[in-house]
């Protein structure tokens, strides 16, 4: 971990300390999220674009509280979590374990089919396992500055990507100011709900605290820069987002075409923009679609494995700055293993109803408990006065609350329904 000396933090040019945010959003807008986005597109046009921008506010409150926290105490989010009571152990614990299994086989499978899309040379499965042993080589050492960067290239092609795919169906600019007027077509409600709450919505968000120490900014003298990179990284999210969201209002509400949900989505729009405009446009739109799935990859491989190493070190009673609870050691270690090998077997077989059950409850249970856990760790001492919550961050915070909470119900009684 490179630090930056508190005092020359404001003369470093403000573009350059952009990291952090950037890391932070790629990771959580992963190929399902964009799919989700494009099927509102599809099935409502603009109209709940408003939505999407909800969704961005909403996520840069939440990683601002996170970052905040940890800038104002120079304690992680999990000790936060822990100054609650032990029943945060309890949840976070097995989370951490089943979740990592599930979504390394996810997020190994999803990235296997952008990379077979555009180099049908190898076979799904191949590609995946290619993909986890890239992530885990990329991050084994822990060096933050060699993951930024390969992040940032991932985000760079996502970006130019779907904006080209966006700037080739012609938006109708008036149909799309329109939609930033709050409306709810008959029967959205659920997708208002996914869209608003799935704009980089994940466990990631509250590993922003993780990277934001990686990068050197342990100290309240950075909650400025923090500040900047967070609302810089939404923006560019927001924007990405958007492009998602006129691809569907344009290629495919205006055609009446369906795309499938999850990944394989993804693959339906690259061969409806390969037909429409030609194999160049469907191989930058794959290109893009490889980059959400891997960015979202290697942003999980590194910084959840370091939330996983910060909470074996406290329940082990380790200090805060042990190496084991640090990048590069050995919980860290464990945890990119546990996300890259299992999983594989998870690749080949299919997974038990016992595990995909609580693999639903406890990862729809994960964003209503940051952001009440947040609200609740932000109005009190254990938080310096100057840095807890205004009242706009506890409106927000409370309307994240009840919408994660809304999305939570929803999809355990999907989960249970599906596994029953």
């Not at 969704?55 to 609650?84: F, N």
């Not at 693959?267 to 490889?290: C, H, K, Q, S």
């Not at 860290?332 to 996300?339: C, E, F, G, P």
């Amino acid at each position: 971990m490179t630090v930056i000396d508190d005092k020359s933090a404001g003369a470093v040019p403000r573009w350059r300390l952009i990291g952090p945010g950037l890391v932070v959003a790629a990771t959580g807008v992963g190929a399902a999220d964009l799919v989700a986005t494009m099927i509102a597109g599809s099935k409502y046009g603009y109209a709940l674009l408003w939505a999407v921008v909800l969704g961005c506010l909403m996520k840069v409150v939440l990683v601002e509280g996170a970052g905040r926290y940890s800038l104002a105490t120079g304690r992680t989010i999990y000790e936060g979590w822990s100054s609650l009571g032990r029943w945060t152990h309890a949840y976070f614990g097995p989370y951490l374990i089943i979740w990592g299994f599930v979504y390394g086989a996810a997020a190994m499978s999803g990235t296997g089919l952008a990379a077979h899309a555009l180099l049908p040379v190898l076979s799904v499965k191949a590609w995946g396992i290619i993909a986890g042993i890239f992530g885990l080589a990329l991050v084994w050492t822990g060096r933050y500055g060699l993951f930024e960067k390969a992040l940032s290239i991932m985000v760079l092609l996502m970006f130019i990507s779907m904006v080209a795919a966006a700037a080739l169906t012609v938006p109708n600019l008036p149909d799309l100011a329109a939609g930033l007027v709050p409306r709810i077509p008959d029967g959205s409600l659920l997708n208002i709900l996914s869209v608003a709450g799935g704009v980089g919505g994940t466990i990631t968000l509250a590993a922003y605290g993780y990277w934001l120490r990686e990068k050197g900014w342990a100290t309240p003298a950075f909650m400025r820069v923090m500040r900047i990179d967070n609302s810089v990284a939404y923006v560019v999210t927001g924007i990405f987002v958007v492009s998602t969201l006129i691809v569907g209002a344009e290629l495919l509400y205006s055609a009446g075409i369906a795309v499938d949900t999850g990944d394989k989505g993804m693959l339906d729009i690259g061969n409806v923009l390969e037909d429409r405009y030609g194999p160049a446009a469907g191989t930058i739109f794959l290109i893009g679609f490889l980059s959400a799935a891997l960015s979202s990859l290697v942003g999980v491989w590194h910084g959840v494995s370091l939330m996983f190493a910060d909470f074996a070190g406290h329940v082990r009673k380790a200090p805060e700055d042990a190496p084991e609870r640090l990048a590069g050691g050995i919980w860290y270690r464990t945890y990119i293993l546990w996300l890259t090998f299992p999983p594989i077997i998870a690749l080949f077989l299919d997974q038990p109803v016992y595990l995909i059950l609580a693999y639903g409850v406890l990862g729809a249970l994960f964003m209503p408990f940051l952001a009440i856990t947040l609200l609740w760790i932000l109005n009190t001492d254990r938080v310096p006065r100057e840095w807890r919550n205004r009242i706009y961050s506890n409106v927000v915070m409370g309307l994240c609350a009840l919408v994660f909470l809304a999305l939570a119900v929803h999809q355990v009684r999907v989960v249970i329904t599906g596994a029953f």
